[in-house]
């Protein structure tokens, strides 16, 4: 079946942690996005990819870094920068712009 | 304007109410419109996409106004299984700029 994997589901680190979340799709598609979710809240767009190799930040990029090096994958590592970092992560893939999100079950990250 | 802004809710209709969400967009070029469906604490799920002036799924439809920048998703006959957060979503300029409203939460009572 193809689709979006996000892994792990659920994820805990110590503040002042770098933490990656993965994201993996085999749908084929070249765009892939990072959100975050706050409860309550709608999703705020971290970093967006149209193509290997190229990313372009979102409205939350800092504090964020991702990497593009391959199709399929479109990791995303929090870094220790991030004031705030405990939220709901949710990756997305679509062919085209004209085309509707796919998404991942998303990652909970929590940072004590 | 925010870029992409909608009717923040909560609406709580009874069952078998017809009840209407609004979506605002700043950008006049986007082309495509999405509206998804959330449950709490899962994945947004699509429900409807939206590239001319509107769309019909069974109780749900979505019309698009261009000339005032918004687009609405009407639920007719509500069940209890509509109970949810409704999201509009938008591409910015580029198409591949996918920005979202912050969700309508609508509740539906028996």
């Known amino acids: 079946d193809g689709g979006i994997t996000q892994s792990p589901k659920y994820l805990f680190r110590k503040e002042g942690q770098n933490v990656t979340l993965s994201c993996e799709q085999n749908?084929?598609?070249?765009?892939m996005y990072w959100y975050r979710q706050d409860p309550g809240q709608g999703l705020r767009l971290i970093y967006y990819?149209?193509?290997?190799?190229?990313?372009q930040k979102g409205d939350i990029a800092e504090g964020y870094s991702v990497s593009r090096e391959k199709k399929e994958s479109f990791p995303l590592t929090v870094t220790s920068a991030q004031k705030n970092p405990t939220a709901f992560y949710l990756c997305?893939?679509?062919?085209?712009?004209?085309?509707?999100?796919?998404f991942g079950n998303g990652t909970r990250l929590t940072v004590t | 304007r925010k870029e992409v802004e909608q009717d923040p809710g909560p609406f709580n209709v009874p069952e078998g109410a017809t009840v209407a969400f609004n979506c605002t967009y700043s950008?006049?070029?986007?082309?495509?419109f999405f509206w998804y469906r959330q449950d709490c604490r899962k994945e947004p799920k699509l429900l409807m996409s939206?590239?001319?002036s509107g769309n019909e799924d069974g109780r749900f439809t979505a019309q698009l106004n261009r000339a005032s920048q918004y687009i609405s998703l009407l639920i007719r006959d509500s069940k209890l299984s509509d109970s949810a957060t409704y999201l509009c979503?938008?591409?910015?300029?580029?198409?591949?700029?996918?920005?979202f409203g912050a969700g309508t939460r609508l509740t539906v009572k028996p």
């Open positions: 749908l084929n598609h070249d765009a």
């Open positions: 939206v590239y001319s």
């Open positions: 990819s149209q193509i290997v190799n190229d990313f």
């Open positions: 950008n006049s070029a986007s082309q495509s």
């Open positions: 997305a893939s679509s062919p085209t712009g004209d085309s509707p999100l796919h």
């Open positions: 979503v938008v591409p910015l300029y580029n198409n591949n700029d996918m920005r």
